[in-house]
């Protein structure tokens, strides 16, 4: 694969790094179980790339894999953990790759949500953020409000 037409990516380590060509195929926000647990976030944001435009340009040694009881594989640099690859079984010719490990542009904007009825109570809603006083870059939705039941307007003078 040339150079040009090719988005690079790497775990945190350095010790892997990826390429695929550009534009990947797809990209997409996962709220599933499975995801959410492997990436410890409330959600995985990856991009697909056909099987035949992804490489491992460094690090194939280092690359360590789970297979789930789908015989999906997950690998993972098995020095620092970040996940690097999402192999789903049922889709041999395609290869799943978290959107953080690119620096660069994939040629797709994540546009859609799978399994977002999966998603935690606790996971962010897009709710309105202001400035947590006292702690510059800090953003928070605020105390929560109590409704008022029926009985609350029944007692209050």
């Not at 410890?40 to 194939?60: C, H, P, Q």
């Not at 962010?124 to 605020?142: A, F, Q």
Request: one cysteine or more; a positive charge; proline letters at 6%.
């Amino acid at each position: 694969m040339a150079e040009k037409g090719m988005a690079k990516g790497r775990c945190q380590c350095g010790k892997i790094l990826i390429e695929i060509g550009v534009p990947a195929r797809w990209a997409w926000h996962d709220h599933c179980d499975k995801s959410r647990h492997a990436h410890g976030a409330a959600y995985a944001t990856y991009v697909g790339s056909w099987r035949s435009r992804f490489r491992i340009a460094k690090g194939a040694k280092a690359i360590t894999r789970y297979t789930d009881e789908a015989g999906d594989v997950r690998s993972f640099c098995a020095t620092c953990g970040t996940p690097v690859t999402y192999e789903r079984k049922r889709s041999p010719k395609m290869v799943n790759l978290p959107r953080a490990l690119f620096e660069s542009g994939t040629g797709r904007e994540p546009l859609y949500h799978v399994s977002l009825e999966d998603s935690p109570e606790w996971a962010y809603r897009g709710e309105p953020l202001k400035p947590l006083k006292g702690y510059p870059g800090v953003l928070w939705t605020g105390p929560k409000r109590r409704k008022k039941s029926g009985l609350d307007a029944f007692f209050t003078c």
